[in-house]
């Protein structure tokens, strides 16, 4: 038997019988042969599920070397029928049941892709890919009101538009949706609000994209959507995307950010009258102030990163962006988070009605009732890196960082080194390059034109490592990292789990490497945790440190807030010395 990926995940009667069926129609169209894979790969994208294991134990068909054979015996019922119909019309015979079965078929079509979708089904796909769904209306049938699109198929019957299936199945090759895309196109597509906790790199602009992209007016020469993202790097990764797929149904889009001229952002918003708006909160205001941008038809609001543009500074200004675009009762909004603290569920309150909240990554916690009561929201790293933590001292960092390269990079992967401060990741490039690598950067003191060039070289591999401040933590895409490099600590646990998250995206595995100084311990406790969470191997020298957990007051940013349980500090006692 050819080797192919199997699957140990039962299939249903129903999910047999539609293998059986399709296997058999692209079987006669190839004359009865075609290599294993090749057929894998047809019903996967046709059935929206892995059919390796039903060739395993078939004895339908014949599976060798050579291809995948219907064995002579075995005719199908449907077969026979269609030859049996073909016949009747044929020769004129054909009955008014014919007739009226050919209709009524017709008339199921779309309850067809989502057959083999039972209320069984849903949960082994929610509970493997960690979807826990809750209403914000405490509504118990969530669950089942919103089954997930796990197929393209599916997703068309949501209400995708085809053209947009179509280019995710036949020109970017696009298996099946992700997790957070299956899950939110059908509730979106509804009309529905949404709050998607999710990791970054988990597709989760395309998960807020199409829904709208499917909805919006093209004829319309006004603003209808508006997407705000805390970067502007994460804002241009969004706006290729949507710049991308809006071309495909006739949807214009730009993008707004500073450093750069606001003149010709202006000119262009008025030359060609986009739909689709991507922008920071900063600059966004600016043009706002200036009145050079009109919000009052956005009837799509995206709030991408929410809690890293308030960890920024953004809330005022979010707030005065929310109140140039239509009220919330006449528009869809939808917040991506990848943390869900009591600022963004205030936030949420506030600007989204009666949002679905849908959690990517974390397990369901289940009542005696058998129904979710909540969510297990621990922080977690992605189990798909591998991390390795190395206690060092300050002074032996620069000749590790530059062992480890030689030891991680083969001059062409890409490799991505955590700096904490802007001088620091500047003196980090520089000493790189001396050393010999290719190597680039991205800070704050960076002018945007550097910024963007250092990142487009790290993605095409002619600068394959990049070092960066935690600007570059959150939200960026750049799918084919295999290692990241810690050379300081973050200031926060959360940081961390974000940082060595740029590894191990879609599916791949990862590696990360973290340097963890004395001045760290504070950390130790919570890194033990995240580590022991992921299942990887705790270093003696981190343990030594002890595992306590330093209690979280501020809800923002670590353990800043009024000590004893609110009340002033006590007065110092004043030491006289005789």
């Known amino acids: 038997m050819t080797s192919t ?23 006669t169209k190839k004359d009865g042969n075609m290599k294993l894979a090749k057929l894998l790969s047809k019903l996967q994208k046709k059935l929206g599920y892995d059919c390796a294991s039903f060739f395993q134990s078939t004895t339908l068909f014949e599976v060798s070397a050579d291809g995948v054979y219907v064995k002579e015996h075995i005719v ?49 796909w929610r509970k493997e890919n960690k979807i826990v769904l809750e209403s914000a209306n405490k509504d118990s049938s969530i669950s089942k009101k919103y089954p997930p699109a796990m197929s393209f198929i599916q997703a068309s019957e949501a209400g995708i538009t085809k053209a947009l299936v179509d280019y995710c199945t036949e020109t970017k090759k696009f298996i099946k949706p992700s997790p957070i895309q299956a899950q939110c196109w059908p509730i979106l597509a509804k009309g529905e609000d949404v709050v998607g906790i999710a990791e970054t790199g988990s597709g989760k602009t395309l998960a807020f994209a199409v829904p709208a992209l499917s909805t919006l007016n093209a004829k319309m020469k006004k603003a209808q959507m508006l997407v705000l993202a805390p970067t502007r790097e994460l804002a241009m990764q969004s706006h290729e995307v949507l710049h991308e797929f809006g071309a495909l149904v006739g949807i214009k889009s730009i993008v707004i950010y500073g450093g750069v001229s606001k003149h010709d952002q202006i000119r262009k918003i008025k030359r ?28 799509h609001l995206v709030l991408d990163e929410a809690d890293r543009m308030l960890d920024m500074g953004f809330e005022m200004d979010v707030r005065r962006i929310i109140g140039k675009c239509m009220p919330k009762e006449k528009r869809q909004t939808a917040m991506f988070s990848a943390t869900w603290p009591a600022v963004i569920q205030e936030l949420a309150a506030e600007f989204l009605v009666d949002p679905i909240r849908v959690y990517v990554g974390f397990e369901a ?39 480890l390269l030689r030891k991680y990079h083969d001059g062409k992967n890409l490799v991505l080194v955590f700096a904490l401060y802007k001088k620091e990741a500047q003196r980090l490039e520089d000493n790189l390059k001396r050393s010999g690598f290719k190597c680039c950067s991205i800070h704050g003191d960076k002018n945007q034109e550097s910024r963007t060039r250092a990142l487009s070289e790290f993605k095409n591999g002619s600068c394959p490592i990049l070092v960066a401040t935690d600007v570059a933590a959150r939200g960026l895409d750049i799918p084919n990292v295999e290692v990241v490099i810690n050379y300081t600590f973050p200031l926060t646990i959360e940081d961390y789990v974000h940082r060595i998250g740029r590894t191990g995206r879609a599916g791949k595995t990862g590696r990360s490497h973290t340097f963890f100084q004395p001045g760290d311990k504070s950390h130790a406790g919570e890194l033990q945790q995240v580590m022991r969470q992921a299942g990887q191997p705790i270093p003696e020298k981190l343990m030594a440190f002890g595992s306590t957990i330093k209690k979280k007051e501020h809800k923002l940013y670590g353990n800043f807030g009024p000590r004893d349980n609110g009340q002033p500090m006590k007065k110092a006692t004043k030491i006289v010395f005789d």
């Open 272 to 299: 060609d009258g986009p739909q689709c708006i991507i922008a920071t909160p900063g600059r966004l205001v600016d043009l706002l102030q200036e009145q050079s941008v009109d919000l009052s038809s956005i009837s």
């Open 76 to 124: 199908s019922d449907d077969s026979v029928g269609s030859a049996d119909k073909k016949r009747k019309r044929d020769d004129g015979t054909a009955s008014a049941a014919d007739v009226g079965g050919k209709k009524e078929k017709k008339s199921k079509k779309s309850k067809a892709a989502n057959a083999g979708n039972s209320n069984m089904d849903v949960d082994a």
């Open 5 to 27: 990926a199997v699957t140990n995940s039962p299939l249903s009667a129903e999910q047999s019988k539609a293998i059986k069926k399709q296997a058999s129609k692209y079987l």
């Open 365 to 403: 916690i289940i009542d005696e009732n058998g129904d979710t009561s909540g969510i297990n929201d621990s922080l977690s790293a992605n189990k798909r890196v591998k991390q390795t933590v190395e206690v060092i001292e300050d002074r032996a960092r620069g000749s590790r960082l530059n062992e």
